[in-house]
């Protein structure tokens, strides 16, 4: 009798079907030799919560019903494989990382009876698979098999060694199988997507570094998106077309990026602005090698020092906020309007950056530096793949996003965030402090723990495996109650829209347990104006 097992969305919190930010870093160009990739799931639909599938041993007629990974329709099945590999969110117990972006593509090639969509596929991939490459295979593999149902994506897909960019869009109703081109990140690169496919043209013959459909220029030509020679075919124009928001939205954020790790990148300003159709290399190299709390700062951008920065100006007023609500585009007197959209903001449902190094046991190599809701305001906690039994507060059904929790991350952190926004350059100081002190201390405490956590793994694995999720375990405790006290504390402080006077942290009084003076602090001076030409002499005060 064949056994069905389900997969209904349970890492629905790992994957987005709306925007996100990846940024890929070659072992080369990492101060320590790690390759690391980042990602943003940007959703306010989604909720931020990490689930751990332990490893298993299935049964020969097993199969698995498929239920769609945004929609909770169920797909079809497909066959399990004698045994599948602990997953931690995004990154398996080989040290192997799958992120995704989408972006859509020409919309006549949705598959809407295949099986498998993105998430279903990464979460299979991550099950099955032992590196990179391997990856890549098992996932053009399944969707030959069991169909594609999404629409354009780009995966990253990493492993200790080495990382790839992979772009996929299926081959419209009812056809199997999708057209994709994979490749290989150079160890001294830098890359990123954002959800615009960034695949141009790519190599024909190099195995090593380049892998596509047999058909990928074919079907191309057969649709009518190509003519020219085989060399000159450039995937992200075939699939998916420049568009206005694919340069302002998407790929503005890559720019972003770029800009801080070379300067020379600034010359694709006018690519942004829509003034040149020179477009973004797909990598580069960076001017000096990239550390972990850079890669942080990097998933933490708003545009700064570009023109496309939002902390000043009347979108950012009264208090210097680099936020700005949704809905990105809104309409006034009939004429269409847009904010910019950063790579941070309160749009982060949850980001993280995976590390993954070559030189350690796999469960002490790979570690997901974890964080919840706005990455500006976010603290990213090390969860160590090893990690057996998530940390209470990103456990999966703690809270919703219709029901509140003392004891998850995301609503604390939300709680947080929220407060800051409504002072936005006078709380904001005050929760990067916090904010620096927990992730330096992380990362100082990182040597310690690893070479604990490897000599537990010469004697026993299962110790080193129990040793870092009670590290991981704690780390998160920790962070939860700092957080709460912080936001005790801005509530104190900045209460009624007043400023409290406190010297490290401690509140000052008169002596009788009253405030030792509290300051008003206002408005800008550029806010004052803007009453003064609305309102002319309505407030002011006669002579």
């Not at 117990?93 to 009876?113: A, K």
């Not at 013959?205 to 380049?210: L, P, T, V």
Request: some cysteine; overall charge negative.
């Amino acid at each position: 009798m064949k056994r069905v097992v389900s997969i209904v969305s349970a890492l629905l919190g790992a994957f987005t079907a709306f925007a996100g930010t990846n940024i890929l870093v070659g072992k080369q160009c990492s101060t320590d030799g790690s390759t690391l990739c980042t990602y943003s799931a940007d959703s306010y639909y989604l909720y931020g919560e990490l689930t751990h599938y332990p490893k298993a041993q299935h049964s020969k007629y097993e199969k698995i019903d498929i239920y769609g990974w945004d929609t909770h329709g169920y797909q079809g099945k497909v066959e399990q494989v004698p045994f599948t590999n602990e997953v931690l969110g995004n990154m398996n117990e080989h040290q192997v990382c799958i992120t995704e972006s989408t972006w859509g593509g020409r919309p006549e090639l949705v598959d809407t009876s295949g099986v498998l969509d993105y998430g279903n596929l990464i979460t299979l991939t991550l099950q099955r698979c032992k590196s990179a490459t391997d990856a890549i295979q098992i996932m053009t593999d399944l969707v030959n098999e069991y169909g594609y149902r999404s629409s354009g994506e780009t995966f990253t897909i990493a492993d200790p060694k080495e990382l790839w960019i992979m772009e996929m869009i299926g081959k419209g109703p009812d056809i199997k199988g999708a057209v994709w081109v994979a490749m290989r990140l150079p160890d001294d690169c830098v890359s990123a997507h954002a959800n615009h496919s960034r695949i141009t043209t790519f190599p024909l013959n190099d195995r090593a570094n380049c892998r596509y459909s047999k058909d990928v220029i074919s079907f191309a030509r057969e649709k009518g998106y190509f003519e020219g020679k085989n060399k000159e075919f450039s995937f992200s124009d075939a699939y998916d077309p420049m568009s206005f928001s694919a340069r302002r939205f998407c790929d503005s954020r890559v720019w972003s990026v770029f800009t801080k790790l070379s300067p020379k990148m600034v010359k694709y300003q006018d690519y942004i602005l829509g003034k040149s159709d020179e477009r973004l290399p797909l990598w580069i190299k960076p001017e000096k090698k990239i550390s972990l709390k850079e890669l942080k700062n990097l998933m933490r951008d708003h545009f700064e020092g570009t023109p496309l920065a939002i902390d000043s100006g009347v979108g950012s007023e009264p208090f210097g906020a680099s936020y700005r609500y949704a809905p990105r585009e809104w309409e006034v007197d009939g004429t269409k309007y847009f904010n910019e959209n950063p790579i941070a903001g309160p749009h982060n449902a949850f980001s993280f950056i995976a590390q993954m190094r070559s030189w350690l046991p796999n469960m002490v190599g790979g570690v997901l530096w974890y964080g919840v809701d706005d990455a500006t305001f976010t603290v990213y906690i090390p969860i160590y793949i090893a990690t057996t039994e998530v940390p209470e507060c990103f456990r999966k059904g703690n809270g919703s996003l219709l029901e509140f929790s003392w004891t998850s991350a995301y609503w604390i952190f939300n709680w947080v965030a929220n407060l800051t926004y409504s002072r936005y350059k006078y709380m904001s100081k005050d929760v990067l402090k916090i904010q620096d002190e927990l992730e330096r201390k992380f990362e100082d405490n990182l040597e310690v723990v690893e070479e604990a956590a490897k000599s537990l793994y010469t004697k026993s694995p299962d110790f080193a495996a129990r040793f870092l999720t009670e590290y991981s375990q704690n780390q998160s405790y920790i962070t939860m109650e700092r957080w709460k006290k912080l936001g005790e504390f801005l509530m104190v402080k900045y209460c009624d829209g007043n400023i409290k006077r406190e010297r490290g942290g401690v509140f000052i009084d008169n002596g009788w347990g009253v405030p030792a003076g509290i300051s008003s602090p206002g408005y800008s001076d550029w806010f004052y104006k803007q009453i003064i030409e609305t309102t002319g002499d309505k407030y002011k005060l006669p002579q």
